[in-house]
DNA sequence: GGTCCGGTAAACAAAA
DNA sequence: TTTTTGTTTACCGGAC
């Protein structure tokens, strides 16, 4: 509540300038007055010397925001936007002496607290006051720096923004903090009445003091938050730091003394800075311009994004505008963050929250030569992926045009051709419908916007495959594959919330023959699917009880008793009996298919190669799941040798087409007459190289071999 | 048009 | 009591 106070407060337009500090101060002080008030006696003594100071450093905060605020209305008036940072210098090294004498202060004071007796009387006001004054205005300017600022007039509009908005930032931190703080002292106040009271001993006094203590030192952390954040700006190039001016390292906080509000306040502050300091990143000696940059970068922030910033946007997985509003939104929401995992390529550390996360974030993922080469190695990937995509649309244009296919798309799409939307365009171009295609029941009315959050490139197009899980198509539809996508489609689905081509049964079964011991428990497998695909992270309900019904349905699922518990199993001789022997007609196929495998190869290859030079081991697992490969691989190969063998002896086997290989029958526009039907095959099934049977449906088979090597 | 298959929804029960 | 797990049935749409 009190948070939101202060964000409404920050929103405001005209009390921008003085919300923070004033606002803050005012609410101290109400605070304050609330506890006398009441009648208690104020654990919190705040002497007029303190009221004053507040007061003062009040009057000096406002009227530097009232300049840049007028900056910024007067839309940033270049006149006097010389590129000249003097001023900012001036007045980053007045906040820094600012915040070393109020640290200096408050250790001073912390020492004092600890000497003196556990008095109820002695202990707060040492500890509480300076701290609070020390939080609420960690960059005060006197009226002659501000003077000396205005003066000059040489900040540039971006400097001025960016001060300005960051300053915001600071200011709301520090509310917020502010706010809790005093929460946190009114507690205290409660809790000492009460022991008081009952008579209790110093001792539990001094637990309150040491829990006052503790709390101190996570608002000293915080101002060292704050120092990292004028790191930042250091970095931008928009501040310079004086060398005698040391960056405090970020201590992580004192565990089992953070309240549930301070972890609530922690989140939103260390959103706040990991914000600006991915600012930061931007601006410093990266130039990435892609999703790692993009996706982190808060509205508040975006003003300052160099000038590609946009752009970049649309070209990365994330826009930062769709970012921003998905951060106003829903603040726990974040691009990297999602059902517990830190989406980090290659990372997938756990965490419990979001606070957690954002901490996990700042300080496994800070701006290192580490995460520098990770976002590189994304943007190859993505270029890669756009290049892929590039050959691919050539290669169907190509095929088409060789086919004298007329162009379908009329009767299927609208929509640039992509192996994957191509797919779903088809034959089944009745219900091709985009809206139509994607979702469970349970989301009927928002369609298209879990595709929106796919991968770049690929995501436009890809927005159209989500619904052909459901739909077959017969070999006479298959393409041959291009080697394009097999890295690709396990990044994209891992990505992009696009329903992956295989049915719930294949999926079971890879999951299950992925794991170690070739067994899942129903968790477990709902886990990988989760893991593996971003389109299962929704809607659980319903796919999860599509995953137990198959499981139960099918006989080539057995539940197996286990020490700690059921697991499931896979019975390959029953699955192979559910598999579609179309293929086994064509035996070309299977080679088309062979072949079509060994493009998986060449591309794993250059983006481990690529990750290699860059040593990123984390990217091993998550994102690309190379390493992996092999297994796939191996995985692809048992699949063609099963349907080898299904094409050998059970040719008679005629069940409609549903093996897993039979996705992949290779081309059959070669083999087979082109009819006029026929002709919308290779539009619509550009890529089938490898399947499984159930895999067949609408998608390119390479897409298997990737999912199974996903993991 | 019938059949098969997969996806989805739902009800129900047992176990945790 | 709630949640998870497992089973079963029904329905629908697509492919054959």
């Not at 809206?435 to 436009?460: D, E, K, M, R, Y």
């Amino acid at each position: 509540m009190m948070q939101e106070s202060g964000t409404e407060t920050k929103n405001n337009g005209s009390a921008i300038q003085n919300g923070s500090s004033s606002g803050n101060h005012l609410l101290e002080c109400s605070s304050l007055r609330e506890g006398r008030s009441n009648g208690e006696t104020p654990a919190v003594d705040v002497g007029p010397a303190d009221l004053a100071h507040i007061q003062q450093q009040q009057q000096q905060m406002t009227p530097l925001i009232q300049y840049f605020t007028s900056k910024q209305r007067e839309g940033m008036d270049d006149r006097a936007g010389s590129e000249n940072t003097k001023a900012l210098q001036v007045a980053r090294q007045l906040l820094l002496q600012q915040q070393q004498q109020q640290q200096q202060q408050q250790q001073q004071q912390q020492q004092v607290s600890g000497l003196k007796s556990p008095k109820r009387n002695d202990k707060q006001p040492a500890l509480q006051v300076p701290v609070s004054v020390a939080m609420m205005t960690p960059q005060v300017i006197t009226p002659q720096q501000m003077q000396q600022i205005l003066q000059q007039q040489v900040l540039s509009p971006q400097q001025l923004q960016v001060l300005l908005q960051q300053q915001q930032a600071l200011m709301l931190q520090q509310q917020q903090l502010q706010e809790f703080y005093k929460k946190q002292q009114e507690q205290l106040q409660l809790q000492l009445l009460q022991q008081q009271h009952a008579g209790k001993q110093p001792k539990e006094q001094q637990q309150v003091a040491t829990q006052q203590l503790a709390f101190q030192q996570q608002l000293l952390q915080m101002q060292q938050l704050q120092q990292q954040h004028l790191l930042s700006l250091q970095r931008q190039g928009l501040l310079t730091i004086q060398p005698g001016q040391p960056a405090l390292p970020l201590q992580p906080l004192a565990q089992g003394m953070i309240p549930t509000e301070l972890q609530q306040l922690w989140k939103e502050v260390t959103s706040a800075h990991t914000a600006e300091e991915t600012t930061g990143n931007n601006h410093s000696s990266l130039d990435l311009t892609t999703t790692c940059v993009s996706s982190s970068v808060p509205s508040k922030t975006s003003l300052i994004m160099n000038p590609h910033a946009s752009t970049n946007g649309q070209l990365s997985v994330h826009t930062p505008k769709r970012e921003s509003l998905s951060h106003e939104e829903h603040p726990h929401s974040h691009p990297l963050y999602g059902h517990g995992v830190c989406k980090w390529p290659g990372c997938e550390a756990v965490c419990e929250d979001f606070p957690s996360f954002l901490k996990h974030l700042n300080s496994e993922h800070a701006l290192d030569d580490r995460s520098t080469a990770q976002c590189r190695v994304q943007m190859q990937v993505v270029q890669q992926l756009e290049l892929q995509l590039a050959k691919d649309k050539e290669r169907l244009q190509a095929m088409m045009t060789h086919l004298h296919v007329k162009s379908t798309e009329p009767k299927a799409a609208p929509q640039p051709l992509n192996l994957v939307s191509s797919v779903t365009l088809s034959k089944s171009a009745s219900e091709a419908s985009p809206q139509s295609l994607p979702h469970t029941p349970t989301t009927p009315t928002t369609p298209i916007t879990p595709v929106t959050q796919g991968p770049s490139v690929i995501t436009t197009t890809s927005m159209h495959t989500v619904g052909p899980i459901r739909r077959r198509y017969s070999d006479k539809y298959n393409v041959p594959i291009s080697s394009a996508d097999i890295a690709q489609n396990q990044e994209f689905y891992k990505n992009a919330e696009v329903r992956p081509p295989f049915t719930y049964a294949s999926l079971i079964r890879q999951a299950i023959l992925e794991s170690p011991e070739k067994q899942l428990t129903l968790n477990e497998i709902y886990n990988w699917f989760t893991r593996m695909f971003a389109y299962f992270r929704r809607n659980a309900a319903t796919w999860k009880n599509a995953v137990r019904h198959n499981l139960s349905l099918h006989k080539c699922f057995v539940r197996v008793e286990n020490v700690k518990g059921a697991v499931w199993t896979v019975d390959e001789v029953e699955f192979q009996k559910r598999r579609p022997q179309k293929i086994s007609g064509n035996p070309s196929l299977i080679k088309n298919m062979q072949s079509s495998h060994a493009y998986c190869t060449p591309l794993n290859a250059a983006l481990q190669a690529s990750m290699a030079e860059n040593s990123i081991p984390l990217y091993t697992t998550a994102s690309m799941g190379n390493p992996t490969l092999g297994n796939l691989a191996s995985a692809i190969r048992e699949e063609l040798n099963g349907a080898m063998e299904h094409t050998n002896s059970n040719e008679s086997d005629s069940s409609p087409g549903r093996s897993p290989m039979q996705a992949m029958h290779p081309v059959h526009v070669k083999e087979e007459p082109v009819d006029p039907e026929e002709a919308e095959g290779p539009l619509s099934l550009v890529t089938t190289a490898n399947h499984s049977p159930d895999f067949d449906h609408d998608r390119d088979y390479e897409d298997e071999p990737v999912n199974e090597d996903m993991e």
